[in-house]
């Protein structure tokens, strides 16, 4: 079973309670190397009438780190806070969630001689960095943050994600 340690934090000014859920890099191999994922919730603001379904938002990119978006969505679905949380995922190799980065002189390199140079330093296995990974994330979070079902949220790639999402998780969806 999962579990999600959050705790008061601030993001950008906003209030917030964040953690991470610690998840398999390779879900075939549950017992292989675990990568934690940074999550960020807006707590509904007025509690006597919170409704059990969160938010989840979906950054767009791909590539988008969803909890450096915490101070503006935080402003333009505070409508929404009052009485849902709006929760924030970091994808598996962006933001706080085991970022995937690569340090490599680029000048005179093409994009193939680029592209194997980075995987040889990346810090994961690249293999499980695609959006059917970072959906079954999603849903560990939400299972770790105890909602049955949730709202689904997400604007150009997001929207694909939250496509993807949908389809595999179609049991854990209120409205998309």
Avoid at 5 to 22: D, I, R
Avoid at 54 to 74: M, R
Avoid at 143 to 156: E, F, H, K, P, T
């Amino acid at each position: 079973p999962l579990a999600v340690l959050l705790a008061a934090c601030s993001v950008g000014g906003v209030h917030a309670q964040c953690g991470t859920v610690t998840v398999p890099e390779n879900r075939a191999v549950p017992s292989g190397p675990q990568i934690s994922l940074n999550v960020v919730v807006l707590p509904a603001t007025k509690r006597s009438v919170r409704r059990a379904d969160g938010v989840f938002y979906i950054a767009g990119g791909p590539g988008g780190v969803d909890t450096e978006l915490v101070p503006s969505y935080a402003q333009l679905y505070a409508a929404v806070n009052v009485h849902r949380d709006l929760v924030f995922v970091d994808q598996r190799g962006v933001g706080g969630s085991n970022p995937l980065s690569c340090r490599v002189a680029t000048q005179g390199l093409s994009v193939e001689e680029l592209v194997a140079a980075c995987l040889g330093v990346t810090n994961g296995d690249v293999t499980h960095y695609r959006t059917p990974d970072a959906m079954d994330d999603l849903d560990a979070v939400r299972q770790a943050l105890g909602y049955a079902r949730i709202d689904v949220w997400g604007g150009s790639y997001g929207a694909t994600a939250v496509q993807v999402y949908v389809r595999w998780h179609t049991e854990t969806v209120r409205t998309a």
